[in-house]
């Protein structure tokens, strides 16, 4: 296992290398500057001339990735052009908050999807399976900007039980409670897409796994049926399902941009969609390099629980 994660974290230098590259390219051709969104419109030209000299936007586009790549391999990912702050204490000050929002989603969505998967596909052809299959897919249809702004509705403005968003309620000292009170309703929104996904993942695969010969030897020596089910069944049909959930932690942060911007939770997403629109290419190069990260990490892990849930799988 080792030398196995060992090839995987060289291979990742070159891949990292290429997004980057990918990434400075497309920010570069997309429409816009800087500049053109920090000062006013009627500045006179040569002081927009000095102001994209000041940051570095007049050299060429060699200079300008090497310039970046060099502050990245020296433990420094520049300046934010909007806030003229480090990005690494803008990106630290923000990865916490979407780290719990996209980890209560996640835990949600599994401690719900997992259990309903499990017995709609042991009620196979039952109104219990037809109605989790329609959950279902109402759950994957549904636009997160659409039920985030029903349960605003719902449970901001018509009973009043939540916030409508943020992290704290202003002039208040805040704390856990408040922090959970602030966190449900965008939790919510990702997890019920989450469960509307998976439920229909979890019932297949265990579809696949509830007809095989070695279940009903299991049952002909007397094994309590939920032995059978949740020891035997459940771990046999784990691989696919731990694939679909290893990607989901991208895909939850790429989800988290929209619904981190209708309930305005302080997080990465929120910083990605302020720095796409002032075009502040320092940050949004960090922000890249961090979404490739978390996509390796992730895919790294779902390779690593193939081999704990399958020990017959060995990495060589």
């Known amino acids: 296992m080792l030398p196995y994660l060992i090839r995987r974290l060289v291979i990742s230098v070159p891949v990292l290398l290429g997004i980057s590259i990918i990434s400075f390219v497309i920010m570069k051709l997309a429409p816009g500057n800087p500049v053109d969104m920090l000062i006013d419109p009627n500045t006179p030209p040569e002081l927009l001339q000095a ?36 990005v690494a204490h ?20 599994l401690l719900i999807s997992i259990p309903l998967g499990i017995a709609s596909a042991i009620r196979h052809n039952t109104a219990f399976d037809h109605t989790m299959t329609g959950f279902a897919f109402v759950g994957l249809s ?10 605003i509705y719902l ?51 265990m579809l696949d796994v509830l007809g095989q010969e070695y279940l009903r030897t299991a049952r002909a020596k007397g094994v309590r049926e939920s032995f059978v089910i949740y020891k035997h069944a ?41 720095s796409i629109l002032s075009r502040d290419y320092p940050t949004l190069m960090a922000l890249n390099l961090v979404a490739a ?21 060995q990495y060589r």
Do not use: C
Not at 94 to 101: A, V
Not at 142 to 151: M, Q
Not at 297 to 312: E, F, G
């Open 155 to 205: 449970f901001t403005l018509k009973v009043h039980w939540l916030p409508t968003g943020g992290m704290s309620t202003l002039g208040e000292a805040g704390g856990f409670g408040d922090t959970i009170r602030h966190l449900i309703l965008p939790a919510a929104v990702l997890a019920v897409g989450i469960v509307g996904k998976k439920i229909r993942y979890i019932r297949a695969s």
């Open 293 to 313: 990260i978390v996509v390796m990490i992730s895919n790294l892990l779902t390779d690593i629980l193939y081999s704990i849930a399958d020990p017959r799988i």
């Open 90 to 109: 803008i990106i630290g000050e923000r990865i916490g908050p979407t780290i719990l929002l996209a980890f209560t989603a996640l835990l949600t969505g």
């Open 234 to 274: 459940f771990r046999n049909a784990l691989l696919p399902i731990l694939t679909v959930f290893g990607t989901e932690i991208p895909v939850l942060l790429g989800g988290s941009i929209l619904v981190e911007q209708i309930f305005q939770w302080p997080g990465i997403g929120q910083l990605t969609m302020q």
């Open 51 to 86: 102001k994209k000299e000041m940051l570095g936007l007049n050299s060429p586009f060699a200079v300008q990735y090497w310039r970046w790549l060099s502050g990245l391999l020296h433990g420094q990912l520049g300046y934010s052009f909007s806030s003229y702050a480090p």
């Open 142 to 151: 549904i636009p997160p900007f659409f039920l985030g702004l029903g349960l």
